[in-house]
């Protein structure tokens, strides 16, 4: 039989709501509430939250604990102005490379942005609504793709088991 | 920089830490002693909470009477 699996994920952001703003909380506690390792709580104690004293068990108020937790999340998080892709290697929202981006279909609502970093050249996605599209344009240079999916391809497929196909091979042979 | 939840801890009155040892030793005492559930626990630290406000964050080791009726009066 399977193991069930305890291992603690790696998480950047936290459920703050958990830490209730009027009781204290020891380092076990912490642990607990976040499903972190107790040396996790640890290192956040030697970051920010000031403890209510010196004595043992320290402790921690739970408002000190939600703050430092929701500015470090909020430090983390980057906004892309208009035209902006966040780039992966830079770690920052990143201008496209020379204004230029990809527009490739998705749904009706939505459509994929691709384009490269203005800084160190690496391809960066983003995905924004359709509608967005015309306001994008004044920023950005876009260009349609054309879909990535065989069933929007205009062309037929000479491997299909339609009639319709079958004849398209016919009268354009592969050869 | 400042935000919103850091800025509800600025306007919090001055934490009493002795009392935040008594009052957390009584949340377990509730908990695991008389096996109440875990919003009974919140009630009472809520009530404390509201007591503790009242009297400025003072020592609950100077705890007197009149300072409970007083907060009673204040209630009703």
Not at chain 1, 17 to 42: C, P, Q, W
Not at chain 2, 54 to 74: H, L, N, P, S, Y
């Amino acid at each position: 039989m399977r193991k069930p699996n305890r291992s603690r994920a790696k998480r950047r952001r936290h459920a703050l709501n958990r830490a209730k703003t009027g009781i204290s909380y020891d380092i076990a506690e912490i642990a607990k509430l976040f499903g972190v390792h107790r040396n996790t709580a640890r290192q956040w104690l030697r970051e920010g939250p000031e403890t209510i004293d010196d004595r043992r068990p320290l402790l921690i108020h739970g408002a000190a604990l939600k703050a430092f937790l929701a500015e470090r999340q909020r430090a983390r998080k980057h906004v892309c102005g208009r035209g902006e892709f966040f780039c992966f290697k830079c770690r920052a929202p990143r201008t496209a490379y020379e204004g230029m981006a990809d527009v490739a279909g998705c749904t009706a609502k939505i459509a994929k942005l691709t384009a490269m970093c203005a800084v160190c050249e690496t391809e960066m996605h983003r995905t924004v609504r359709r509608a967005d599209l015309g306001k994008l344009a004044l920023v950005l240079n876009l260009k349609s793709m054309a879909s990535e999916r065989l069933k929007d391809r205009p062309e037929a497929n000479a491997n299909g088991d339609f009639e319709k196909d079958r004849v398209h091979a016919e009268i354009e042979p592969a050869e | 920089m400042q935000t919103a939840t850091s800025r509800k801890t600025a306007s919090m009155p001055k934490l009493n830490p002795l009392n935040e040892r008594i009052k957390r030793d009584y949340a377990r005492h509730l908990k695991a002693a008389q096996g109440k559930s875990g919003a009974t626990v919140d009630a009472a630290l809520k009530a404390i909470a509201r007591f503790e406000d009242d009297t400025g964050g003072r020592d609950f080791k100077t705890f007197r009477r009149e300072q409970a009726i007083a907060f009673k009066d204040r209630l009703a």
